[in-house]
């Protein structure tokens, strides 16, 4: 099978993440690199074997030697390379958040024809342990889901030496804050473990910004939330309830669950050392009754190739990625219909 000709258009943070994976598939060929800054490019390029460097991504994909790129750039920036890349017949990965709104996934959606486009924030998806409780929550032994908790507090360290990239905070470059930053994960850990099955319908949301003590740990001029927490009702009844923040003055916390009408699930999304997932039923006899469904120790391998691995297998060998635009448009969807309650102090349809 002939590899994908790939293009990864950033080389800062997550580009080089991009290109360690695809250097580790035989499904892939590191075909060229972009980025503004062209020490970067061609620093990546040297490293990853790249043969053509370029400094603006349009040149990327006007490249005909280019199948397929990958966009590694701040969310501001990927849409209008998307639809350039479908435009030129190219295949598109996209990092998370995939953009800055639904209506720019519509747009890639209505341009994609019959191309192959995937999401970056399926990234947690690729674990073992996500992959044994995607299949055992399909068996159906747990019956109808209820409710699904998602909650993950940062705690406030010590004051940074540097301050994180203008993009985290700025609603402008990344659409908005922790909630794109991290909310597409979990929103498509939690959905994606479930089947994608889940409709959303209604969300009553809430949003804040860093407290004024905290001030010298993010950019100057930050317009954007370190603090999320929703409630989201579902057709049929199911709700998720939905925390997360940054720069908390309080201890860290990480808790995933689904609690369905026969068992309850207790998560872990992100890598942690020991880690067990533990599924509770009960009996009349006696009572809760505890089984591990899975556990053992897990690396950052997974998480960090996952994306575009899946990407080049999703194209070559005609699969679906992990997360598609579809995908992605509903969890675009309920990050902005958390930003509108938030303004708004009421409840928010999802259309």
Known sequence: ???????????????????????????????????????????????????????????????????????????????????????????????????????????????????VAACCSSRYRFTPSARAVTDFIASGEMGPIRIMHSRAISPVGKAPESIPPTWRLRKKENGGGILMNWGCYDLDYLLGITGWTLKPKTVFGQTWRAAPQFASYIVPDS????????????????????????????RGQSAWQIVAEKGTLQLFMTVTEGKKIVYDTSSPADGVISRTIWEGAEDGGPILAGPVQDFAAAIREGSQPQTTLENALIIQKITDAVYASAERGSAVEIG
Do not use: W
Not at 51 to 80: H, M
Not at 102 to 110: G, S
Not at 224 to 250: K, S
């Open 1 to 115: 099978m002939e590899p994908l000709r790939l293009g990864v258009i950033g080389c800062g943070v997550i580009g080089p993440t991009h290109l360690q994976g695809a250097q580790e598939s035989p499904l892939i060929e590191i075909t060229a690199v972009a980025d503004l800054i062209e020490e970067r490019a061609s620093g990546a390029a040297e490293r990853f074997g790249a043969r053509k460097v370029y400094r603006e991504g349009d040149d990327l994909i006007e490249d005909p030697d280019i199948e397929a790129v990958a966009l590694a750039l701040p969310a501001c920036g990927r849409t209008r390379l998307a639809l350039h890349a479908f435009e030129k017949g190219k295949h598109v990965l996209t990092e998370k958040p995939v953009a800055t709104n639904a209506a720019e996934v519509e747009r890639m959606i209505a341009a994609r024809g019959s191309l």
């Open 223 to 250: 317009d954007a939330e370190t603090y999320a927490a929703a409630l989201v009702r579902c057709e049929g009844g199911t709700v998720l309830t939905y925390e997360r923040g940054e720069y908390v003055p309080a």
